[in-house]
């Protein structure tokens, strides 16, 4: 629990003069961390100069980075100055005297164009000036004092001069190594027992100052945005004003991760919607459909649109899933087309297998007893008769279904799915053109793809919104890394479906509703969801309060979002993804796996193949980026991820510039 | 930067670049690459696919599918009624298109979405080279049972060097899915050399670099995807199914150029095979060892020397 300003100075009564810290304690920035600044200076000068430019905010960071590694060199003491760190830079990236002028001149502008005050800070500034207690900006940074009294003045601190600020580039010292108290104490020239600090890091604001007998107070709440520092390229801005917003907002209470949930998911939701606009400004259009449960919050974005007066066409939420999809298509029963269905290390008992494949299975087996997969697939075989009439009644009533959903009618349907290979669709794409004989085409508009699509692309237009096939190696893997997350957070309030049967209106879906999944649902996907459709409401309507715009959503920006959660995840976050498990089986039972996993028992000699096990173990049952950032938390599971990380460079915390 | 009139003699009737996509019997992969041009951020191209010889069904299937993407751009379908060599395929589709460049985009390579938009704007900043050439990923896929899986990536080596004339005599340094040309060359130094088998992008970028040269934009934007040992055979690339033809050909155009009279001094046969036992420092070393051996032994290494010197006179033959 966090105090309030009044109460921080009532429990330091005894101090006269009043010390602050500057960034993010008193001013901060309308970026979630620091080094987002420089994402909004690459976007300034690629929008003025062109491609040159591109990798400016990457190159910022590291600049910065060997600036401080060679001052330190010199003297331990010192600050970097501005100007070192922009000489770095013109070196890293070629840089003329004129760029040189150009970029330092833009940063200042930049930084005093973004500043915004932080609340906890102005209120204890204010109260200790009514009580005629003076005030000192105590700052670690490579910035002038001036540059400071700028940004002040900017939010409206005009009472602040350059004598009110103690700045590190300015007198060689820092505090995080005690020197530049030294300077402010000889500057105050008062007993350290009577001044009371503020500041946001626990060391050079804390435990620094305190050793000098300086009464102390940490608020560090304006971190809790931060993610990894060397994340920052234009693509990441809007989900950083986004994540910078409900910062500012929840300054002094605590922190609800279902909020940067939410804010990804609305960033999805309006990615899709977007790329469903772009779609209809470019062709005629048969027909639009949110499909599977991972359609249902976008369709329900877009209807409320629809009834709020503004201009969309008609949208369809049809349900299915891949194992109706798959169990609709069978015409051939063999070993081959069996293999989709049971896994290699599955094991199940043959009601089970009934269920699986919706028919009854002719079996000697003994209904109670687990046989393996090889078992399973030669009853299925054995049944083949069975299992095609099945496939046929259920592509009946998918059709019936379908058809109620116009996807039937004649011409170009978009069907809008969140991922990731597009097989299903394709399963869908074939059996509705067999159906209309090819007079029904449809297009997939995916949110996300990765490689396994390749081998679709010849059965269906597929087109990946936010990540496609076409991305690197890596980026592919980090999109199975996070695969898990997204199918857990981006759903329906219903079950998947596993058959459609006869209504009053038609064919229904047959939803299987498990209790993890409502569990779920209730502890923190509704939330969610809610916050997600709030947030893209906001976005695709253009809202004066929203900090990101329709015309911000682009494939990269929403993939920047899917990365900063998903790759980089806060403690809160994964704290919360704790109780989420997300279920996997064709037939959706089970209790599913849990999206963080269990640390394994490292061995005195690791090898590749325990490596290897884990890595593996990860990507294909869990949210790999999760769980490695908690068990990055405890000291005995650290060494495994330090393994991994080793092995598998791609799930480094770096995903900008890799 | 550049002024308006500096963009002037870019613009032509047909699109600004044509795609020429040479393809034989590899739906999915021609699937992929076609999805691959459709998703460039730059829009302003037509893609020929030229169907060498094969089956038109599969490819016209193909093509109806990828005709529902939004959006779809200008593909061209020339199907030839007979195989005919890679080179001639290209310049047959090469042909059938009007653009101010052009580029071959061989059907199992693969672009990244903004290839064509960084490219066209190298071209527009130096209106005088002949080419354009991005970096470059190579992609390690595993194609088995109608799957591509990537095994691993790795950055392929390239630099500016790499992109001269002296850098590419010995070698071809680089895949022609990492290069955008200017189609005037066609007019100053001809077509690709459609007697040529396999290496005919080598020695049509060795003709091209000296009408204009190259410009090297490091950011890796084309997938050069080659497959594993273990991978479906007619799935393979011409480098790695055709290893021996590459150097049976190489020998051959070495030979053609040592006949061909000198340019300021220097005769491009023997700088071409001087350079390439330069680039290749494995051979080199091979030789050494070989050397080596035959100091220890010399009935073995008098062997060794007898076979270097018969692999030398055959390629110069």
Known sequence: MSRSAPQVLEMHSSATVLTIDFFDTLVSRSVAQPTHVFAVMEEELCRRFGHRWTGFALQRVVAEQIARRKAAITDTNRDVTFDEICSELCELMDLSRDDHHLIADLEKKTEVSLAVAVKFGCDIVSLAREKSMPVLIVSDNYMSAQHIVNMAHAVGLSWVTASDVIVSSEHGAMKHNGTLWDVVLRHLDVSPSLILHVGDDAKADGDVPASRGIATHVNDRMRRSHRHMMNTTPAVLPFSRLEAEYRDSVSSGEWDAAEMFGALVGMIVAGQIVDVRNVLAQREIAGIHFVARDGFLAHSVWSNLRASGVQLPEASYFSFSRSVVWRAGIHVVDELTMARFIGDDEEMTVPRLERRLGCSLDSTIDRTVTISAVTARQILVANSKNILVASATLRERMLSYLQAQGLLEPGHHVVVDLGWTGSSIADLAHIVSEATNGQSVIEGRLTGLYWDAWSQRARVSLHGFAMDDFHTIDDNRRL????????????????????????????????????????????????????????????????????????????????????????????????????????SAIDHEGAGTALLGDAPTRPKKVNDTFVHDVFNTLMHGHWLQGTLRHWNQKPESAEVVSDIEKRFPFTQPQWVGQ | ??????????????????????????????????????????????????????????????????????????????????????????????????SDFFAIHDDDDSWNARFLEVAVDGMRAHPSAAAVVTGIYRIHELYRDGKIRPVHSEKFYLSEERLTFRGMIGNNTFPPIAALFQRRLLSEIGEFDSSLPVLGDWEFNLRAVLAGGFVYIPERLANYHTRTPDSETASGNSITVGIDLHHQIRGQLQKRWLEEPNIDGVNKGALSIATFAADNPNTVRRVWRKILAGVKNPLRGARAVWRIIRHIVSRLR
């Open chain 1, 480 to 583: 199975l890394g996070i695969l898990n997350l997204l199918e857990v957070m981006v759903t329906a309030p219903h079950g998947s479906v596993v058959g459609y049967s006869d209504s009053e209106n038609g064919v229904a879906p047959i939803y299987v509703d498990t209790q993890v999944e409502k569990e779920a649902f209730e502890q923190l996907v509704a939330r969610v969801s809610a916050i997600g459709a709030r947030v893209a409401t906001a976005i695709v309507t253009d809202s004066p309060d929203s900090p990101v715009k329709s015309s911000d959503i682009t494939g990269e920006t929403v993939w920047a979002a899917m990365m900063q959660v998903g790759h980089t995840p806060r403690p809160e976050e994964i704290a919360v993804s704790g109780l989420l498990r997300h279920i």
């Open chain 2, 1 to 98: 930067m550049l002024r308006s009139s500096e963009f002037d003699h870019f613009a032509s009737v047909g699109s600004m670049v044509a795609v020429v996509m040479r393809t034989y019997e590899r739906p999915i992969m021609l699937a992929r690459a076609i999805a691959s041009v459709q998703n460039q951020t730059f829009r302003d191209w037509t893609l020929i696919i030229v169907n060498n010889g094969g089956n038109p069904g599969p490819v016209e299937d193909v093509v109806r599918v990828a005709k529902s993407a939004t959006p779809c751009g200008d593909i061209q379908v020339l199907h030839l009624s007979e195989r005919v060599g890679m080179e001639e395929a290209s310049n047959r589709g090469l042909a059938a298109t009007e």
